[in-house]
């Protein structure tokens, strides 16, 4: 069985044309690649396809045509969900399951160390709500949870949808540290207009417009 090697491109699109509407594809011809370890700052206005993009690495929108691989693995093969991680930026959560059950329950699914999940927890100041139900959570705090549930175990991609939407600055800051030490060893792809001055971005990309036919980003 083929694992996910990051001596493959981390990520690599080619040729792809997407979107929702038959007749009107969000991508047409998009083909990029980021095939080493870093933190990708990935920016782009209203429109230019960012949660598109997100969805396509997550093998969930399947492209019209082309191809989209993580790890040298299809994005939509079940092989490939082992290595990677994305963040979207709604959280998804079960409203009367605690903090520490969502962390309890994911980990095990992820085969992770839950001691792990939960310290990362406790470190963005979700102590004190470890035993409270994800719906008396505050928006904030929601979202701390839903960044940690959605990056727990290891992986060498992940794909991260405004994680810094609600947060304050002390946790944005503590978010922003971790994605900077992932950067060294893995690629984290990034979508944000916040960034946080501890975030050691090492690539800026914009997506700005949507490609005709045939034209190529990278």
Known sequence: MHRPSYQDPALE??????????????FAGLSLSFGKPGLVHLRGGNGTGKSTLVEL????L????????????DASSPAARAGRRICRTQPAL????????????????????????????????LEPWLDHAAKALSTGNTRKLWY???TLGSFGCAVLDEPFNGIDQEGAEKIAEELSLWGADRLVLL??????AALAVTDDFVLDRTPRSGESWH
């Open 191 to 196: 979508i944000s207009h916040m960034v946080p």
């Open 148 to 150: 940690v549930v959605c």
């Open 13 to 26: 699109i080619r040729d792809v044309t997407a979107g929702y509407v038959e007749g009107s594809p969000v």
């Open 94 to 125: 079960y409203p009367d399951m605690t903090v520490r059950d969502h962390i309890v329950f994911t980990s095990r699914c992820r085969g992770a160390d839950t001691e792990a999940g939960l310290d990362r927890a406790v470190r963005l100041g």
């Open 57 to 60: 690495c997550s093998g969930y």
């Open 62 to 73: 399947l492209p019209w045509q082309g191809t989209v691989r993580v790890g040298g693995l």
